[in-house]
């Protein structure tokens, strides 16, 4: 197979959340975006953490629980974020997706978010061309 980019295949108008945005607000932002996690930035714009749909539960169930929503994006993210690289092959992707659970890795130019990418992209990608 011909070696291929990401850079064409990433989504660049993926949400972006804020360590010090209300859990409730950006679990809400996530589901009308139809996003299945998005990046969180820093104050410098560097990814800080990411939140998935998943690490909103614990704050939801505990909404639904007492009818109180506490806590914000720093305080259910992930931290340790697996990132790609934006000049990486589709094929290194690929076998990322193989080698995590993840559905979508931040896409980093530099120590800038450019985008997500999605491993429903990726396999689309190679049904396609492969």
Not at 50 to 77: I, N
Not at 81 to 103: C, G, K, P, S, Y
Request: glycine share 6%.
């Amino acid at each position: 197979m011909t070696a291929y980019g990401i850079r064409e295949i990433i989504r660049i108008d993926a949400p972006v959340l804020f360590p010090d945005m209300p859990i409730r607000r950006a679990a809400a932002f996530l589901v009308n975006s139809r996003a299945a996690a998005a990046p969180v930035i820093d104050d410098d714009g560097h990814l800080g953490g990411l939140l998935s749909q998943k690490d909103c539960f614990p704050a939801v169930l505990q909404a639904s629980y007492h009818r109180e929503w506490s806590g914000t994006v720093a305080d259910h993210m992930t931290d340790d974020v697996r990132t790609i690289m934006i000049d990486a092959e589709v094929i290194a992707a690929a076998q990322m997706f193989l080698a995590h659970t993840h559905r979508v890795f931040p896409v980093l130019d530099g120590l800038t978010v450019a985008g997500m990418l999605h491993r429903s992209d990726v396999l689309a990608f190679l049904v396609h061309h492969g």
